[in-house]
T-cell receptor
Framework: GAVVSQHPSRVICKSGTSVKIECRSL??????MFWYRQFPKQSLMLMAT?????????EQGVEKDKFLINHASLTLSTLTVTSAHPEDSSFYIC???????????FGSGTRLTVV | KQEVTQIPAALSVPEGENLVLNCSFT??????LQWFRQDPGKGLTSLLL?????REQTSGRLNASLDKSSGRSTLYIAASQPGDSATYLC???????????FGTGTRLTIIP
């Protein structure tokens, strides 16, 4: 149980275009999901907390207009990288908590390359 | 603000040896302490979760301990195998703050 599915696993896009990444909780409802970014050989950096039915909470320094988060249902959160640039190339990972007191489950990640 | 540190940053050991990975945290008011494994280019796989009221958890060859008073957690791997090669991350989940604070990670290489 407690599976988080993330798609796509890899995406290459042209500079200036937008890319959408999906994060789904497959066997549980997640009112809150989390989006992380990871640079090579570094740990995960929390970008934002996605709340079902309300606006996401962004960490300091993360541009909310560039990284659009939508959490329209209890099982789906999406991250859209708008007007992507090469510096947005990174590994993006989502996570959710199965229940209060449980640990966090992570998706398999999305490797974004902007050319 | 919680800070989590992992030592060493990298470790290479021969196959079959037992080993210990260390994790230290500055704020002892944690809800959970979770250990993850990350293979190159992949997401995170949860290994063990230790709740604040617990002192250790075991799963197969893995044993994780938690000492909140000293701000430390250890991950013990018995009889290491080449398949254990990966980056290991610990993360603290603090009370009143539904966010994980990750350590810097230990890159483990098991030499056949």
């Amino acid at each position: 149980g407690a599976v988080v599915s993330q798609h796509p696993s890899r995406v290459i896009c042209k500079s200036g275009t937008s890319v959408k990444i999906e994060c789904r909780s497959l066997d549980f409802q997640a009112t809150t999901m989390f989006w992380y970014r990871q640079f090579p050989k570094q740990s995960l950096m929390l970008m934002a907390t996605s709340n079902e039915g309300s606006k996401a909470t962004y960490e300091q320094g993360v541009e909310k207009d560039k990284f659009l988060i939508n959490h329209a249902s209890l099982t789906l959160s999406t991250l859209t990288v708008t007007s992507a640039h090469p510096e947005d190339s990174s590994f993006y990972i989502c996570s959710a908590k199965f229940a209060q007191g449980s640990g966090y489950t992570f998706g398999s990640g999305t490797r974004l390359t902007v050319v | 603000k919680q800070e989590v540190t992992q030592i060493p940053a990298a470790l290479s050991v021969p196959e079959g040896e037992n080993l210990v990975l260390n994790c230290s945290f500055t704020d002892s008011a944690i809800y959970n302490l979770q250990w993850f494994r990350q293979d190159p280019g992949k997401g995170l796989t949860s290994l063990l979760l230790i709740q604040s009221s617990q002192r250790e958890q075991t799963s197969g060859r893995l044993n994780a301990s938690l000492d909140k008073s000293s701000g430390r957690s250890t991950l013990y791997i018995a009889a290491s195998q080449p398949g254990d090669s990966a980056t290991y991350l610990c993360a603290a989940d603090n009370f009143g703050n539904e966010k994980l604070t990750f350590g810097t990670g230990t890159r483990l290489t098991i030499i056949p």
